[in-house]
T-cell receptor
């Protein structure tokens, strides 16, 4: 089983839709969970950061972590065409290298 | 807002040549990383660096690779003898001291080995 699994998409939604992006993982030692946004041929941009289980909200973005299920989610409300990018989940056990998912390519259609 | 910078943005080199990729991490950060992303694949960890020494490296980071922090601001990745399969985007990242793991990435250097 791969350490971090993420559906690569592509995912296409109309403007204004709620987007749900997900990752599953196998390593129960992971404690820190991040979502990065990556535009084509650019560096990953940190969007959300969560420690352990729970929810975190920042504007239109909500990150959820369910450690019991080894499942993390990123929700984007009122999606905009500018949200079109690849979304990468990443996680670590603490002071260890980040392990990334493959990324989900999102297109928000105006 | 402080950011990680990388130079060059694109490097083309011939197989067997040495390349040095440069990064300027965020100024108060203490932990530095290199990752790479082969086109269409995952971002993969190469090496982490703290207190002027390598703290962890992946199996990708073999003897052909080295890292250095030659002064108080730059952080470099050297590939001694490039191979075709080294063609990828190379990202530098940094994070501040503490128990948190937020890593901030630079824009990347696209390395093309011909």
């Amino acid at each position: 089983q791969k350490e971090v699994e993420q559906d690569p998409g592509p995912l296409s939604v109309p403007e204004g839709a709620i987007v749900s992006l997900n990752c599953t993982y196998s390593n129960s030692a992971f404690q820190y969970f991040m979502w990065y946004r990556q535009y084509s041929r650019k560096g990953p941009e940190l969007l959300m950061y969560t420690y352990s289980s729970g929810n975190k909200e920042d504007g239109r973005f909500t990150a959820q972590v369910d450690k019991s299920s080894k499942y993390i989610s990123l929700f984007i409300r009122d999606s905009q065409p500018s949200d079109s990018a690849t979304y990468l989940c990443a996680m670590s056990a603490g002071n260890t290298p980040l392990v990334f998912g493959k990324g989900t390519r999102l297109s928000v259609i105006a | 807002e402080p950011e990680v910078t990388q130079t060059p943005s694109h490097q083309v080199t011939q197989m067997g040549q040495e390349v040095i990729l440069r990064c300027v991490p965020i100024s108060n950060h203490l932990y530095f990383y290199w990752y790479r992303q082969i086109l269409g694949q995952k971002v993969e960890f190469l090496v982490s660096f703290y207190n002027n020494e390598i703290s962890e490296k992946s199996e990708i980071f073999d003897d052909q690779f080295s890292v250095e922090r030659p002064d108080g601001s730059n952080f470099t990745l050297k590939i001694r003898s490039t191979k075709l399969e080294d063609s990828a985007m190379y990202f530098c990242a940094s994070r501040a001291r503490g128990g948190i793991d937020e890593q901030y990435f630079g824009p990347g250097t696209r390395l093309t080995v011909t």
